[in-house]
């Protein structure tokens, strides 16, 4: 992962979960919306470097949320819960899990937050001069595995998937998620990424 931005100060990841506001809902479990974000954020996260993957493991670890993301097989449950999967879970997201991603998207996005800037500004320029994506390699090589994962895991039938039906609206995607991902990047993101995730869905 990129590690060019400042260095992160350790952080107490139980003092921010208990700190997370609970939303006022009928159940307290993640809506449909909340967890489809997330797992799309941790998409991009995992499409922004080749070893996304493995280090959105090792960041439970660091984060010490082993007690909450158990390990490899775990990790995955929680993200099924996204009901565009092929392979969706029908159990539900509970609150402390979805709070957990939050901390691990934020986590990854402050680490990357020089790269994240980059290709937010590079892909503006190459639009507004009307130039082809893939004259930046860094780019081209995100929008690239972007596609290829949202292609292999989200299930083709889902009307929401098939709205993503080109190169060019799932490029749009990868790009609108990164937008979203610099919004983590500051001293505040847990609570401003938590809350975006409820709009619209509380009382």
Known sequence: MQLSSPPIQPINSMIILDALPNPSLPE???PRRTRQQLDLLLLAIEALDLGGSEALLAATKELDLQGIIKNRV????????????????????????????????????RRMTVLIRQLLLVYDQLLEKQLPLEQHLRLANYLERFRAHFRSRMNPK????IAYNSDEKLN??????LGQLLFCT???????????????ETS
């Open 172 to 177: 749009q995607l990868a790009m609108t998620l």
């Open 74 to 109: 775990s990790f995955w449950r929680l993200r099924a819960t996204n009901p565009l999967r092929r392979y969706s879970q029908r159990r539900p997201l509970t609150l402390t899990e979805g709070k957990a991603l939050v901390l691990l998207i934020c986590h990854l996005s």
């Open 186 to 200: 500051g001293a505040a993101g847990a609570n401003r990424l938590w809350s975006s995730l409820f709009d619209g």
């Open 158 to 161: 889902r009307a929401a998937v």
């Open 28 to 30: 307290e479990t993640c």
